[in-house]
C-alpha cells in the first residue's frame, strides 16, 4: 500500500507561485503514475496534470497548461507541482493520487487512482 503526504499549500496573491510536494511511502515508486487533482468547496474534483513512473509524459488539464509543471524525483519518492501565474480560479484542495502503471501510462481519469493523500489547501487572493 502507498501512503500519500501533501504540502507546501498556503495563501498566494494572484500572480504569485507555489510549489506543492507529495512524498510517497512504499515500494517501487517508479511503478506508479502519479496526478494531482484539484476539488473547490461544493465544486467536482478536476484533474489538474499527471506523470508516467518514468517522468516522461506529463499532461495538464487545459486550465493549467502553460502554468503548472509537474515532476517527480524518483530518488526522493516524491511528485511536485509548480503552479505559477495563479489565479483566484485555482482555490482549491489539491490531491496527490498515485496508481500503479507501465512507465510510459497517462493517467488523467480520478477513478484509474487508488491511492491519496489528504490534501493540501492553496487559496489565491485577487
Known amino acids: 500500500q502507498v501512503q500519500l503526504v501533501e504540502s507546501g499549500g498556503g495563501l498566494v496573491q494572484a500572480g504569485g507561485s507555489l510549489r506543492l510536494s507529495c512524498a510517497a511511502s512504499g515500494r517501487t515508486f517508479s511503478s506508479y503514475a502519479m496526478g494531482w487533482f484539484r476539488q473547490a468547496p461544493g465544486k467536482e474534483r478536476e484533474f489538474v496534470a499527471t506523470?508516467?513512473?518514468?517522468?516522461?509524459?506529463?499532461y495538464y488539464a487545459d486550465s493549467v497548461k502553460g502554468r503548472f509543471t509537474i515532476s517527480r524525483d524518483n530518488a526522493k519518492n516524491t511528485v511536485y507541482l509548480q503552479m505559477n501565474s495563479l489565479k483566484p480560479e485555482d482555490t482549491a484542495v489539491y490531491y496527490c493520487?498515485?496508481?500503479?502503471?507501465?512507465?510510459?501510462?497517462?493517467?488523467?481519469?480520478?477513478?484509474?487512482?487508488?491511492?491519496w493523500g489528504q490534501g493540501t489547501q492553496v487559496t489565491v487572493s485577487s
Open positions: 493520487a498515485a496508481v500503479a502503471s507501465s512507465p510510459w501510462s497517462v493517467v488523467t481519469a480520478e477513478g484509474q487512482y487508488d491511492y
Open positions: 506523470i508516467s513512473g518514468s517522468g516522461r509524459n506529463p
